[in-house]
């Protein structure tokens, strides 16, 4: 069975300052995971997706994650945080080819200070 | 191109009482999902459809219906509401080719509260 674990319900920065949000996954073939953002009252959105054809992923609005299997980690990181990326975000991991369902985590939710 | 776009965007039952989530896309995706966001918890799936006609729970199915009569459509029922289905309903799809890793693209919301 596939798990993420989210690190900090919520993460506290200043503007300009550097965004690292932590997801660990558990999967017992190799996966395919998922960073989705959701703004206040919105859907979730796709942030990016590692799908095992580069480890390093980079995706909308200036977010990229590195995918480290010997750590089990998908970590996303933005060098400068601005105001705009306070919202939740969410890590998801889906395990092995042919249809699996998502799992997320629990999210963490970023807040960024003037 | 509208997306995934869910009705009523809000709505307030009184226990025991039905109702209706109504889910519609318009991408031509064969796969849709039913989740739940509760605070602490992220998103749990219901129920979701492979097809037209197909329908499977989810991690949390119980006190929940689901129909999938077109392939557009994927309706979520509440046969007997309970408080503990207060809850952020979302809607998801996808094309889901074999192997794929296709992106879920997901509604904007229905925020249900059952008093």
């Known amino acids: 069975a596939q798990s993420v674990t989210q690190l900090g319900s919520h993460v506290s920065v200043s503007e300009g300052a550097l965004v690292l949000l932590r997801c660990n996954y558990s999967s017992s073939v190799p996966p395919y995971l998922f960073w989705y953002v959701q703004y206040p009252n919105q859907g979730l959105q796709l942030l990016l997706k590692y799908t095992s054809a580069a480890t390093l992923v980079k995706g909308i609005n200036g977010f990229e994650a590195e995918f480290k299997k010997s750590e089990t980690s998908f970590h996303l990181t933005k060098p400068s945080a601005h105001m705009s990326d306070a919202a939740e975000y969410f890590c998801?991991?889906?395990?092995?080819?042919?249809?699996?369902?998502?799992?997320f985590g629990t999210g963490t939710r970023l807040l960024v200070s003037p | 191109n509208a997306g995934v776009t869910q009705t009523p965007k809000f709505r307030v039952l009184k226990t025991g009482q039905s109702m209706t989530l109504l889910c519609a896309q318009d991408m031509n995706h064969e796969y849709m999902y039913w989740y739940r966001q509760d605070p602490g918890m992220g998103l749990r799936l219901i129920h979701y459809s492979v097809g037209e006609g197909t329908t499977a729970k989810g991690e949390v199915p119980d006190g929940y219906n689901v129909s999938r009569l077109k392939k557009q459509n994927f309706l979520l029922g509440l046969e007997s509401a309970a408080p503990s289905q207060t809850s952020v309903y979302f809607c998801a799809s996808t094309y889901e080719g074999r192997g794929s890793t296709d992106t879920q693209y997901f509604g904007p919301g229905t925020r249900l509260t059952v008093l």
């Open positions: 998801a991991v889906r395990g092995g080819t042919g249809f699996q369902k998502l799992v």
